[in-house]
């Protein structure tokens, strides 16, 4: 059983920055590309970001150029630095593999006031 523990949600202003990490409890953890997901209010659940076990990275074109994926093979974490954040940008964010093939984690709130 795998298990994903998300943080670093909040409140910010348009405009501002938010580091959203994620633990995950899963043994050969350097084996599995990584991606952030998110929820919005009313909507189906998308992926935004993901890294490959190389640590190359890819977004989604509403989140390129402004979130930053990285992982660190050593703490079993994947971050997600979020700057110029939009009121667009207000979901719940959670972390999985690629395929999101993990139970998912509680993921945390980010919420973005215009």
């Known amino acids: 059983q795998v298990q994903l523990v998300e943080s670093g949600g909040g409140l910010v202003q348009t405009g501002g920055s938010l580091r959203l990490s994620c633990v995950v409890f899963?043994?050969?953890?350097?084996?599995?590309?990584l991606a952030w997901y998110r929820q919005a209010p009313g909507k189906q659940r998308e992926l935004i970001a993901s890294?490959?076990?190389?640590?190359?990275?890819n977004y989604q074109d509403s989140v390129k150029g402004r979130f930053t994926i990285s992982r660190d093979n050593a703490q079993n974490r994947v971050a997600l630095q979020m700057t110029r954040l939009k009121p667009e940008d207000t979901a719940v964010y959670y972390c999985?593999?690629?395929?999101?093939?993990?139970?998912w984690g509680q993921g945390t709130q980010v919420t973005v006031s215009s």
């Open positions: 999985n593999s690629d395929r999101g093939s993990w139970s």
């Open positions: 890294i490959g076990t190389d640590a190359t990275p």
């Open positions: 899963k043994n050969f953890f350097s084996e599995y590309t």
